[in-house]
Every structure is written in structure tokens, then in C-alpha cells.
């Protein structure tokens, strides 16, 4: 991703709430898509990939939970990062929204100042590559710079954007354990307004992201306390 203001695509079916984005987001510099339908989002990112998508939950037709799933299931879109916008506001909500594939979620209603925070929150965290080049752990290889993942055969394991961060965090400090807490400080960042189940949902994407490489067992739970990735168990 590019250092210039994001490309947002704002995906929610009331007009009101829209416009209200859209007239937050230009006025800080960014650059505003909408669609008010899951066909209508899929049309505008054929035509103009964004950078990160804003995207309703509850909307008539393809929700934005079943649109999430298809963005992630395809290769062109798979690491858009993705902001839920919705009113639903249990845990389990919560929980069902980043297992689907979400960076973050905002509740409704939230301040057009709380939604730049995040935008620009997870878009950093998006574009920050690392040119040290590679780290290797086990018959894991991730590199910085391409921002992929090889297993022991060289062959590319597929994973979202935050299970990426993780890894990345995890390989770059083999053998300490961290708790949730500084999980989330350090890859999401000390200002992210996240709970600390939200690490319990990305590590058991990335235990799944890592299976095929026979991985998975290098990502270690420490009982009463949080995680820690050994690569030499």
C-alpha cells in the first residue's frame, strides 16, 4: 500500500450514513468510494481496487458477514484490510465478524473522529513491510519484502493480512511467551480499542493458515498467560 491517502470503499445501504463517511473521510484527504449493495461493493472493486473497505453488516440481500467470506476466499481481494461497521454489539457478534475475516470493528453509532483512528490504524499496520528481508524459524520462511510465507518445499501458504502481522511479530521473537495484552500492543498497536479475545480468534486463523506446512504446533498456548511461538519444541 502506497504512503498517499487510502482508497476507502464505504459499503452500508443507508444513503445517510454514507454520505456522512464520505464527507469525514474527504475532508481528511482520503479518497471515497460507495456502494449501498454487496453487488454494488463487488462492481466498484473490480473497477478501482481500494485500499481498505468500511463495510455494514446488515444489509438486505448478501450480508456484510457473507461478503467478508467471499472477499477473503479470493486471491485479488483476500488482503483488503476491512473495517465492519454494525450495531451488533455482543461478544459473540464481535467474534463471528473476525473469524470471518475482519481487521477491526467499529459499533454504531461511532464519531467520524473514532473511524479516521481506526482507518488509519489498521492501514498502518497494513503497510508497514520490514526490509531486513527474511526470517526463518522451523520450515518456516517468511519474507519481509514480497510479504509471503514459504514452508520447508518453498511453496506459498496463504493467510489475511493480521495473521501475517502476527507471524511476522511471533517469528521475529521465537521463544518468548506474550501475553494477550502485548500481543495486541504490539501488532495492532497500544491504541487499538480491541478486546483481548480478538488475539484468541486471529491465532487459530493462523494455527489453520499454518496446518499444511505442519506448523500449526509451533504456535504454543502458555496456560494462564497467552502465546509463544518455538519452531524447536
Do not use: C
Amino acid at each position: 500500500m502506497s504512503t498517499n491517502p487510502p482508497n476507502v470503499l464505504v459499503v452500508d445501504d443507508e444513503e445517510a450514513i454514507r454520505d456522512m463517511i464520505r464527507f469525514a473521510l474527504e475532508k481528511a484527504g482520503m479518497a471515497v468510494q460507495l456502494a449501498s449493495s454487496a453487488q454494488e461493493a463487488l462492481e466498484r472493486i473490480s473497477e478501482t481496487r481500494p485500499d481498505i473497505i468500511l463495510l455494514d453488516w446488515m444489509m438486505p440481500g448478501v450480508s456484510g458477514l457473507e461478503l467478508t467470506r467471499r472477499l477473503r476466499r479470493d486471491a485479488f481481494t483476500e488482503d483488503i484490510p476491512i473495517i465492519m461497521l454494525t450495531a451488533r454489539v455482543t461478544e459473540d457478534d464481535k467474534v463471528a465478524g473476525l473469524e470471518a475475516g475482519t481487521d477491526d470493528y467499529v459499533v454504531k453509532p461511532f464519531s467520524p473522529r473514532e473511524l479516521l483512528a481506526r482507518i488509519r490504524a489498521v492501514t498502518r499496520r497494513s503497510s508497514a513491510v520490514d526490509e531486513g528481508g527474511r526470517l526463518t524459524e522451523g520450515d518456516l520462511t517468511l519474507d519481509t519484502v514480497s510479504r509471503r510465507v514459504l514452508d520447508g518445499r518453498g511453496d506459498e501458504l496463504r493467510m489475511g493480512p493480521t495473521e501475517y502481522r502476527l507471524l511476522e511479530f511471533f517469528m521475529g521473537h521465537p521463544g518468548r511467551a506474550y501475553s494477550r495484552s502485548q500481543i495486541l500492543d504490539h501488532v495492532w498497536g497500544a491504541n487499538a480499542y480491541l478486546e483481548e479475545r480478538t488475539v484468541d480468534v486471529h491465532i487459530r486463523r493462523l494455527r489453520k493458515a499454518l496446518e499444511p506446512a505442519g506448523a500449526s504446533k509451533y504456535l504454543q498456548t502458555v496456560r494462564g498467560h497467552g502465546y509463544r511461538f518455538l519452531a524447536d519444541d
